[in-house]
């Protein structure tokens, strides 16, 4: 079992910067790859990025790519998401999620454990 939560959400105006956060419980979190996702109000849930167990190797959606960075420090059994130039089109709930993986995954359906989610509002 994984309990995973998440801190860091807020509301910023565009362009600016905030990183969030995902602890986890247990002993299997370094076995793991880790995802975030977000979902809007009245939109589907979205994949956002994902990173290996090592944290060697990172996915991103299009939509992210080259503004938010992804990592992990396996001692501590947390993961980041740091995430610049924010835009409006960016607010969300951001949840992260803990893969049956080790590779990073778009696949929601890869990552059976997840955490209650984290808001962020960009304001224009």
């Known amino acids: 079992q994984v309990q995973l939560v998440e801190s860091g959400g807020g509301l910023v105006q565009a362009g600016a910067s905030l990183r969030l956060s995902c602890a986890a419980s247990?002993?299997?979190?370094?076995?793991?790859?880790m995802g975030w996702f977000r979902q809007a109000p009245g939109k589907e849930r979205e994949f956002v990025g994902a990173i290996s167990v090592s944290g060697a190797s990172t996915v991103y959606a299009d939509s992210v790519k080259g503004r938010f960075t992804i990592s992990r420090d396996n001692a501590k059994n947390t993961v980041y998401l740091q995430m610049t130039s924010l835009k409006p089109e960016d607010t969300s709930v951001y949840y992260c999620a803990a893969g049956a993986i080790t590779g990073p995954s778009a696949n929601s359906a890869n990552y059976p454990y997840w955490g209650q989610g984290t808001q962020v509002t960009v304001s224009s």
């Open positions: 247990g002993r299997t979190f370094s076995t793991r790859a």
